[in-house]
């Protein structure tokens, strides 16, 4: 299934990877990787993750060894890719 990316996301990712090298190099090509794993898992199994009961249609799968959750829809032709946050981040308010 093919996947696509809000601006939000997109932003997302930049800012995740700016963040992560100041780990080091190993620390940030580690979760990029695990980023295009858990991506590639879900455009292959798009109803894997569980919904979000407050946010009919959004699902949300955790990263797993690193502090981020990928927020998406599953629509009919394509995965979404709404927002990756930062487990530490409070919940946003705005509805999408």
Known sequence: MKVEYT???LADLRKISADSRE?????????E???RTV???LAEHP????????RPGMRVVPLIRYPYKIFYRALE???R???IRHTA???????R
């Open 7 to 9: 601006k939000q996301a």
């Open 23 to 31: 780990f080091g190099e190993s620390v940030t090509v580690a979760l």
């Open 33 to 35: 990787s695990r980023i």
């Open 39 to 41: 991506v590639a898992h």
């Open 47 to 54: 109803k894997a993750a569980a919904p979000i009961a407050e």
């Open 77 to 79: 032709d394509r995965v």
């Open 81 to 83: 890719i709404l927002h």
């Open 89 to 95: 981040r409070g919940p946003r308010t705005k509805t």
